[in-house]
């Protein structure tokens, strides 16, 4: 099992800038990709960005150039520096981690993008 607790959500205005975090904890060895999906109201997850054991990234159109996704390997630790925030990225956020073919999943911060 793997545990994911996320940090660092909250209610920015527009143009700003928030920093998630997301600590894993329990049976990390295995862990092969981490990343944050997020979910709006009346809408499906989506992809927001992820990150490879090898640190090889990947991100939806909608952020490439505003959100960084990085790694800390030595506190299994995953954050999403997100930059010139947009009222469309209101949702909340949650941490992903893939075990060999297990997803695992963080329980999700809200993100509010609002003036």
């Known amino acids: 099992q793997v545990q994911l607790v996320e940090s660092g959500g909250g209610l920015v205005q527009p143009g700003g800038s928030l920093r998630l975090s997301c600590a894993a904890s329990?049976?990390?060895?295995?862990?092969?990709?981490m990343g944050w999906y997020r979910q709006a109201p009346g809408k499906q997850r989506e992809l927001v960005a992820t990150?490879?054991?090898?640190?090889?990234?990947n991100y939806v159109d909608s952020v490439k150039g505003r959100f960084t996704i990085s790694k800390d390997n030595a506190k299994n630790t995953v954050s999403l520096q997100m930059n010139s925030l947009k009222a469309e990225d209101t949702a909340v956020y949650y941490c992903?981690?893939?075990?060999?073919?297990?997803?695992?999943w963080g329980q999700g911060t809200q993100v509010t993008v609002s003036s």
């Open positions: 992903y981690a893939r075990r060999y073919i297990i997803a695992y």
């Open positions: 329990g049976s990390i060895s295995g862990i092969n990709v």
């Open positions: 990150i490879t054991s090898g640190g090889i990234t």
